[in-house]
């Protein structure tokens, strides 16, 4: 069973998965749709991201994802991961800046 | 169609099972889509085809047996990168090619593509034996005793389906060469193989046992001094059979073979696996001299020759270009026919990404490969490509070819040559972004004459314990690791693949990755300023000692 993530001081969770077509990052928002953009994720606390975690991972064939999990984030808009994998998971190889998630549409 | 210079020619079985198995392929992915297997129930079977989920997307990765394609193969995986992944591939330390950004939908139509030149993906991935390595210079080198790719074959085809094997405790990698030279790292595989001549002519192999790197690096050890051709499969089956009997299931990080023969000693396998050979029936195992000729016949040989000038013109163009005396001192080997020179071909520019290729660049290497080397083309452990039989007097062509698409960069066996796995960037298992700091290792050292005065040293990198970028081999060795969400580097040194092969030693503490750069520089100014004439790194290293390494390493100013 996967441990809880720990929780400094300003920071919360969003939840990340990959799509199953794909493969690519997602990252699920407020509205229950799946985003490659972390800037649209959902930001919760960890109550929140409990309930939300059990409801993704229950629907994650339907919505056509894979490896639902939760990561913490700071707490500002918009979200930051805090590790540097998940930096790359949301923003793309940093040794190819051409592919940076942010410029795709 | 023509037979190919330097691999097997597939039949018309090989492809029947191609189209089969990419039949079934889509099947399990249609099921996958339409949610009638999980992705529990999925994994193993895609990762059977070589199929695996990373960071950002699939990663598809196809086998390259012994490192050779030919030049029509070489294309195909030019276009597979255009047309279906990010217009690059990344050649891996197993002699194989990785695609980065696949969709699982494309992956069948990519699987069809790849069947058209007789390639595919299967058992790149899983607990079987992997795609079976070779030497670089195979069949070309002037130092090799026996061509190993023959033999490389038939382990592939015995390998392949194994039906005993195909669920092993954990993989399981066979290298092979045929020069007293070791340019597969033999002792660092689960079995390494090396073939030199017998009597009567049959070759006879030399083959260790439970080597490997990991998160426990172990020296393989001698089972065989000397085995004959005709026992060489009933002995690797009888090896693999001890190993799937007893080797641990219980636990990931115990599992390889080197942990079993480390646990019971090289003595007690060499025993059991005696023992085995004595209960089994050798007689349906025997490779006959007549299977190793049918498949010798399936390979092409080149028609080496040359004008009688080759090498007086070679010399000529050399003295006149330094640029190009750089290049050929550090990027040819000798061939055995005098009027031809192996080149290799350098993946590692100063500041890029070691081991990746555009697909203008791999149809580029197409072309040169047809215009100058049989249409040949070898990928090397160390993420290189080699053109096994140029002809002296075309060298100079070739290299000016290869300048054309950024190709030509001269320092192979050098600190640029850098050996790197894909790390934090792309991989799921990483801890730490190996690339980047092989970029600005590339970039500080990318005075192409600065690193021949340095001389022989290889740097190697990995973002995790896994050590795909070998870095326990490494002269100097990096592996990455995460300090609560850091990236740090742990240092090694003295860590060699070749003959005489020894694991890195760990100087001290990992360093922050923004001050590891700057201490490998240290660690190169140490042994410059303390060299003796004619010393390499690895010289100086053992002369002095690590402690004004260590020092180095870790001063403060």
Same mark, same amino acid.
């Given at each position: 069973?996967?441990?809880p993530?720990?929780l400094?001081?300003g920071?919360?969770l969003? /939840?990340?998965a990959?799509r199953l077509l794909?493969?690519?990052?997602?990252?699920?928002?407020?509205?229950?749709t799946?985003?490659?953009?972390?800037?649209?994720a959902a930001?919760l606390?960890?109550?929140e991201a409990?309930?939300?975690l /059990?409801r993704? +991972?229950?629907?994650a064939q339907r919505?056509?994802?894979?490896?639902?999990?939760d990561?913490?984030?700071?707490?500002v808009?918009?979200p930051?991961?805090? +590790?540097?994998?998940?930096?790359?998971r949301?923003?793309?190889?940093?040794?190819?800046p051409e592919?940076?998630?942010?410029?795709?549409q | 169609?023509?037979?190919?210079?330097?691999?097997?020619q597939?039949?018309?079985?090989?492809?029947?099972?191609?189209q089969?198995r990419?039949a079934?392929?889509?099947?399990?992915v249609n099921?996958r889509l339409?949610g009638t297997?999980?992705e529990d129930e999925f994994?193993?079977?895609r990762?059977?085809?070589g199929?695996y989920?990373?960071?950002h997307?699939y990663?598809?990765?196809v086998?390259i047996p012994y490192?050779?394609?030919d030049?029509r193969q070489?294309r195909k995986l030019?276009?597979?990168?255009?047309?279906?992944d990010r217009d690059?591939g990344?050649?891996?330390?197993?002699q194989n090619?990785?695609?980065?950004?696949?969709?699982?939908?494309?992956?069948?139509a990519?699987?069809?593509?790849l069947a058209?030149?007789?390639?595919?993906?299967i058992?790149?991935s899983?607990?079987?034996i992997?795609?079976?390595?070779?030497?670089e210079?195979?069949?070309?080198?002037?130092?090799?005793?026996v061509d190993p790719?023959v033999?490389?074959?038939?382990l592939?085809?015995?390998?392949?389906?194994?039906p005993e094997f195909t669920?092993?405790?954990?993989k399981f990698?066979?290298? @092979? $060469?045929?020069?007293?030279?070791?340019r597969?790292?033999?002792?660092?595989h689960?079995?390494?193989i090396?073939?030199r001549? !017998?009597?009567?002519g049959?070759?006879?192999?030399?083959i260790?046992?439970g080597g490997?790197?990991?998160?426990?690096?172990?020296?393989?050890?001698e089972?065989?001094?000397? &085995?004959?051709e005709e026992?060489?499969?009933a002995t690797l089956?009888a090896?693999?059979r001890?190993y799937?009997?007893? !080797?641990r299931?219980d636990?990931?990080?115990?599992?390889?073979?080197k942990?079993?023969v480390?646990a @019971?000693?090289?003595?007690?396998?060499r025993?059991a696996?005696?023992?085995?050979?004595?209960?089994m029936?050798l007689?349906r195992y025997?490779?006959?001299?007549?299977?190793?000729? *049918?498949?010798?016949?399936?390979?092409?040989?080149p028609?080496?020759?040359a004008p009688a000038?080759?090498d007086? &013109?070679l010399?000529q163009?050399?003295?006149d270009d330094?640029?190009?005396d750089?290049?050929v001192?550090?990027?040819?080997h000798?061939?055995?026919?005098?009027?031809?020179i192996?080149a290799t071909?350098s993946?590692?520019?100063?500041?890029?990404?070691p081991?990746?290729a555009t697909s203008a660049?791999?149809?580029r290497?197409a072309d040169?490969?047809d215009a100058?080397?049989?249409g040949?083309?070898?990928i090397?452990?160390l993420?290189?490509v &080699?053109?096994?039989? &140029?002809r002296?007097?075309?060298?100079?062509?070739l290299w000016l070819?290869l300048a054309e698409v950024?190709l030509?960069e001269?320092?192979i066996?050098?600190i640029?040559d850098?050996?790197?796995?894909p790390?934090?960037d792309?991989?799921a298992?990483?801890?730490?972004r $190996?690339i980047?700091i092989?970029q600005?290792? !590339?970039a500080r050292f990318?005075?192409?004459?600065?690193? *021949?005065e340095?001389?022989?040293?290889?740097?190697? @990198? $990995?973002?995790?314990i896994?050590?795909? !970028?070998?870095?326990?081999?490494?002269h100097?060795g990096l592996?990455g690791?995460?300090?609560r969400g =850091?990236?740090?580097?742990q240092l090694?040194?003295g860590?060699r693949?070749?003959n005489g092969?020894?694991i890195?030693?760990i100087l001290?503490?990992a360093?922050?990755?923004d001050?590891?750069?700057?201490?490998?520089?240290?660690?190169v100014d140490?042994?410059l300023?303390?060299?003796?004439s004619?010393?390499?790194?690895?010289?100086?290293?053992?002369?002095?000692?690590? =402690?004004?390494?260590?020092?180095a390493?870790?001063?403060?100013v």
């Open positions: 069973m996967k441990r993530v720990r400094e001081p920071q919360k969003v /939840l990340t990959n794909d493969g690519r990052t997602v990252w699920w928002g407020a509205d229950g799946w985003d490659s953009h972390i800037g649209r930001i606390d960890a109550d409990e309930v939300a /059990l993704a +991972t229950e629907q919505d056509g994802v894979v490896g639902v999990y990561t913490a984030v700071q707490d808009v918009p930051e991961p805090v +590790t540097v994998r998940e930096k790359i949301a923003h793309g190889p940093t040794v190819h592919f940076a998630v942010e410029t795709e | 169609m023509s037979i190919p210079v330097g691999h097997y597939y039949d018309r079985i090989d492809r029947d099972f191609l089969a990419i079934e392929f889509e099947g399990q099921r339409d297997l999980s994994k193993p079977l990762l059977m085809n199929l989920l990373q960071l997307a990663m598809l990765r086998a490192g050779i394609l030049s070489l030019g276009e597979i990168a255009r047309r279906y690059y990344h050649f891996t330390t197993r090619i990785q695609f980065n950004w696949i969709r699982l939908e494309d992956t069948p990519i699987l069809r593509e058209e030149v007789d390639m595919h993906a058992q790149t899983g607990n079987c992997r795609n079976v390595t070779a030497d210079y195979a069949g070309a080198a002037a130092d090799e005793l790719r033999h490389a074959e038939i592939r085809q015995w390998s392949t389906l194994h669920f092993l405790p954990r990698k066979i290298a @092979i $060469s045929g020069s007293p030279n070791d597969v790292a033999a002792r660092f689960d079995i390494g090396l073939a001549p !017998g009597e009567a049959a070759p006879v192999f030399r260790f046992v490997g790197l990991g998160r426990t690096p172990v020296i393989g050890e089972l065989f001094d000397s &085995v004959r026992h060489l499969l089956e090896i693999l001890v799937n009997a007893h !080797g299931r636990n990931i990080y115990k599992a390889r073979i942990i079993l480390q @019971i000693g090289v003595e007690a396998y025993e696996v005696e023992a085995e050979l004595a209960q029936d007689e025997r490779l006959t001299p007549e299977a190793v000729a *049918a498949i010798r016949a399936r390979f092409a040989v028609l080496l020759e000038d080759a007086a &013109v010399a163009q050399r003295r330094p640029l190009f750089r290049w001192r550090s990027n040819t000798v061939h055995r026919d005098p009027g031809h192996i071909i993946l590692k520019p100063g500041g890029g990404i081991g990746d660049q791999i149809a290497l040169l490969a100058y080397s049989f040949e083309i070898r090397t452990h993420q290189n &080699v053109l096994g039989h &140029v002296k007097d075309r060298l100079r062509d070819g950024g030509a001269a320092n066996g050098l640029g850098i050996v790197a796995c790390g934090l792309y991989c298992l990483a801890n730490a $190996s980047p092989a600005k290792l !590339g990318a005075d192409t004459a600065l690193q *021949a340095i001389g022989a040293l290889r740097i190697n @990198i $990995s973002g995790c896994n050590a795909c !970028g070998h870095h326990h081999a490494g100097i592996l690791v995460d300090k =850091e990236e740090f580097f090694t040194v860590g693949a070749e092969a020894a890195g030693t001290g503490a360093l922050p990755e001050e590891t750069v700057d201490a490998i520089a240290r660690l140490c042994y300023g303390r060299r003796e004619g010393e390499t790194f690895l010289d100086t290293l053992t002369r002095l000692g690590h =402690e004004p390494f260590r020092e390493a870790y001063e403060t």
